[in-house]
């Protein structure tokens, strides 16, 4: 949805994908150094409260550079570079589903982690090609950043493994 926003409102064609896609893998290479210092330092909570804001900001950059009067291909770079994310917040909540979980536990947490990002993600992309073509980028964009800006808010409810001592993330839980 970000290359029909840049191919529609700044007249960018096909040739464009090859710079994006640079661009997200350095994204990628880029936010990994600093998230996996974040992680190893504070943890994965931190790690994950960090790149779901990152994530908040792509909609919303989108918007703003595909409606600036002097935008061009080369601005345009940067909300693709901030997609540079999505892989390394996929990696993040893997790593904080392994410390939640006993060892026997994670191929099984990790196929359920897999199905439960892949099925809304699939139904996602549909649903908001169509509210694009219903509503216009402006509200299907503000309706993506208010859900990952709740994405994000539920990020501060999480349990820190880290500090849960030697009984584990179950040492925290009430009752």
């Known amino acids: 949805h970000y290359q029909a926003v840049a ?3 700044l007249d960018l064609d096909l040739q464009s994908l090859i710079p994006w896609i640079i661009a997200q893998n350095l994204g990628v290479a880029l936010f990994s150094l600093p998230v996996g210092w974040i992680t190893d330092r504070y ?36 909300v693709f570079g901030l997609l540079g ?21 994670h191929p099984r947490y990790l196929s359920i982690l897999s199905l439960l990002m892949a099925g809304p993600a699939i139904v996602a992309s549909v649903a908001v090609g169509l509210m694009i073509d219903w509503w216009g980028y402006e509200l ?3 309706l993506v950043t ?11 409810g999480l349990v820190e493994p880290r500090n849960c001592g030697p009984a584990g993330p179950q040492a925290e839980t009430p009752g």
Not at 146 to 156: N, S
């Open 43 to 78: 943890g994965n909570r931190l790690a994950l409260r960090c790149v779901m804001f990152g994530l908040c900001l792509i909609p919303v950059l989108a918007l703003f550079v595909s409606r600036s009067p002097n935008a061009s291909e080369h601005w345009f770079l940067l």
């Open 7 to 9: 191919r529609a409102r």
């Open 146 to 156: 208010a859900c990952q800006i709740a994405g994000f808010l539920m990020t501060f």
């Open 140 to 142: 299907t964009f503000g």
């Open 85 to 105: 994310l999505t892989p390394v917040t996929m990696r993040t909540f893997n790593n904080y589903t392994l410390e939640m979980t006993d060892r026997s536990q």
